[in-house]
Each structure stands twice: as structure tokens, then as C-alpha cells.
């Protein structure tokens, strides 16, 4: 399917790995111009050649820091305009309210929670004055499935859903969209390091953690390319009346109910 992302320039943080990695590989198969930035220069180098031989893609990488500061308004001069951002970077820990200190509490929602704020604070107010854009946050179903195991995460992603319905709900006023995705478990390193925590929490023993597969639709995480697929469709017109909304991609986990 030809979305009629080509020559959209799209700005893609937390792109060195994981998801980030995978919604690059679509938007460079679609014919995107890449802005990919994350922490690791040496991966995103690796990643944009990849990408260029691969499809041809036009990548350019901005190794940086995102965590406060003036980080995100230096991105955004360096990068200028674009046609689509999409919020991906930082990784929350696992861990219940005495197993996760200030400090990481504090040093993970700099760079997720306001990461993403301040990022659609400055982006949004481009793309009102360049006519219009598309932003898509990546957020996570622990925002809706409060989880009192991963309690920086559920508070943190339910924070960024309401900031993404409010921001979103008057925004095609401007010929903004703004719509989340929330993914439950997904095949990347980070899912095996929740798991691995969350082995210690309830049985004392890391090394359980491929039991808690089980509990899984499909008894699997969700592939990169089942979310990155529809971040492709989301940003594009074919998706043109949505925004304020989010989607959620967890093999319904997160509609799981019982009396029992």
C-alpha cells in the first residue's frame, strides 16, 4: 500500500533501537526523509547506512541527549522543519513504589514524560506556522492498565494519554493531528529487562521471567513491525480525520476483565 509518505520529512527520537529502529525501516520504505536522533551516534550511523542501501533512503542522524536543557530546542534547530514528528524515546523502569528511588523516577520522566512535551511544545508551534503536521506519541498500555509493578511507567504513559487527547482534541483547527500509540509487551530488549524485573518482584528469582510469556496473547510480545506499521498508517492521509485518539496494540491485554 502506497501511503504517500514520500519526500515527508519525519523526525523520529529514540530511533537507535527497538521501535524506534523498526519505524524508520517503514518510513524508508515508504520514501521518508529520515531525521533519526537518539543517544548513540555509532547506532544510528549504523542504522541510516543500512537504511540508505536498503531503500535509498535519505537519512540524516543527531546523536544527542534529549533528558532537559535546551536539548530539545537544539534538535530542533538542527533539524528544522518537519512534516511528522514521532515521540519515541525513553524507557521507563520496572519496579513497584519502593523499588524505583527519585532519582530514576525523576531522570526517566525528564526524558519520556517531558521529553515528549517539550518536543510538541516546539514542533507544534512550527507546523501551525509551516500550515500543518502530523505527531504521534509512543506511549504504552501500562497507561491505561495501571500497574502498581511498574508504577513510574503506568503513571508516567497515563500522563502523556491525557496530555495526547488535550493537545489532540482541537488541534485539526490548526491541520495538526495528534494521536498515541500504546503498545503493550513488544519483541525488543526492553520487554526481556521489564520481564527479567518483574521475575524478581513476584518470585524472587530472575531467572523465571520466560514463565510470565505464558500470560501473553499468543504467548508472544507484539513484532516492531505490527506497531511500526500503523505509526506508517497513522501519519498519513489516509488517517486524515483522526486525532486526540489513542491505539492501543497489546493483543488486548489491556481489555482483559473477569469477575473472577
Not at 210 to 218: D, G, H, I, K, S
Not at 234 to 257: H, K, M, N, P, Q
Request: proline content about 3%; charged content about 25%; overall charge negative.
Amino acid at each position: 500500500m502506497d501511503l504517500g509518505l514520500g519526500g515527508k520529512r519525519v523526525l523520529i527520537t529514540g530511533a537507535s533501537q527497538g521501535i524506534g529502529e523498526g519505524i524508520a525501516e517503514v518510513f524508508a520504505e515508504e520514501g521518508a526523509v529520515l531525521h533519526l536522533t537518539a543517544r548513540s551516534a555509532d547506532k544510528l550511523e549504523a542504522i541510516a547506512a543500512r537504511l540508505r542501501a536498503a531503500h535509498g533512503a535519505d537519512v540524516t542522524i543527531h546523536p544527542l541527549d534529549l533528558t532537559g536543557g535546551d536539548a530539545p530546542a537544539r534538535l530542533a534547530d538542527a533539524v528544522g522543519d518537519v512534516d511528522i514528528l514521532i515521540n519515541n524515546a525513553g524507557v521507563i523502569p520496572g519496579g513497584d513504589l519502593f523499588s524505583t528511588d527519585d532519582a530514576s523516577w525523576r531522570a526517566n520522566w525528564d526524558l519520556k514524560v517531558f521529553g515528549y512535551i517539550n518536543m510538541c511544545r516546539l514542533y507544534y508551534a512550527r507546523m501551525k506556522a509551516a500550515g500543518g503536521g502530523v505527531i504521534i506519541n509512543d506511549i504504552g498500555n501500562a497507561g491505561e492498565r495501571y500497574d502498581r509493578d511498574y508504577i513510574a511507567g503506568t503513571t508516567g504513559n497515563a500522563s502523556l494519554m491525557a496530555f495526547t487527547r488535550a493537545l489532540g482534541g482541537r488541534s485539526l483547527e490548526d491541520n495538526i493531528r495528534v494521536v498515541g500509540v500504546n503498545p503493550g509487551p513488544v519483541d525488543t530488549s526492553r520487554i526481556y529487562k521489564l520481564l527479567r524485573r518483574r521475575a524478581v518482584d513476584w518470585y524472587g528469582d530472575e531467572s523465571r521471567w520466560e514463565e510470565l510469556l505464558n500470560t501473553y496473547p499468543l504467548r508472544r510480545p507484539a513484532k516492531v513491525r505490527e506497531i511500526a506499521d500503523l505509526m506508517a498508517f497513522l501519519a498519513s492521509e489516509r488517517s486524515g480525520y483522526t486525532t486526540g485518539a489513542i491505539f492501543t496494540v497489546d493483543g488486548g491485554i489491556a481489555s482483559r476483565a473477569s469477575i473472577i
